[in-house]
Nanobody, 125 residues
Framework: QAQFVESGGGLVQPGGSLRLSCVAS????????TGWFRQVPGKEREAISC????????LYADSVKGRFTISRPDAGNTVYLEMNRLEVEDTAVYYC??????????????????WGQGTQVTVSS
């Protein structure tokens, strides 16, 4: 079954950092743009970042721009999310997914799939 496996979450103090990993299982990232999302119980899922398979171009939500960095090594099937200057408002379950319609990140409706179980990030003092 094709899906992502997320890891790296945990408890961190405000101002701290975490690095999340997202490993693709059963498919190759070379064919899809990959996005990071987060969700808080009772709220809608928020798209926070995307990295293109075609040229490694990236997109960020305003809420994380300048603090989070998405990356993907040239080799391998893993996408990372480096999170710095974490805030209490960043507390959420973080997921990644593949854009089945595009290799290059873009705004607008698309089909996200291969969701994993997510990894919990808690920012608290």
């Amino acid at each position: 079954q094709a899906q992502f496996v997320e890891s790296g979450g945990g408890l961190v103090q405000p101002g701290g950092s975490l690095r999340l990993s997202c490993v693709a299982s059963g498919f190759f990232l070379d064919y899809y743009a990959t996005g990071w999302f987060r969700q808080v119980p009772g709220k809608e899922r928020e798209a926070i970042s995307c990295i293109s398979a075609s040229d490694r171009s990236t997109l960020y939500a305003d809420s994380v721009k300048g603090r989070f960095t998405i990356s993907r090594p040239d080799a391998g099937n893993t996408v990372y999310l480096e999170m710095n200057r974490l805030e209490v408002e960043d507390t959420a379950v973080y997921y990644c997914a593949a854009d089945l319609e595009r290799r290059r990140c873009a705004t607008g409706p698309t089909t996200w799939s291969y969701w994993g179980q997510g990894t919990q990030v808690t920012v608290s003092s």
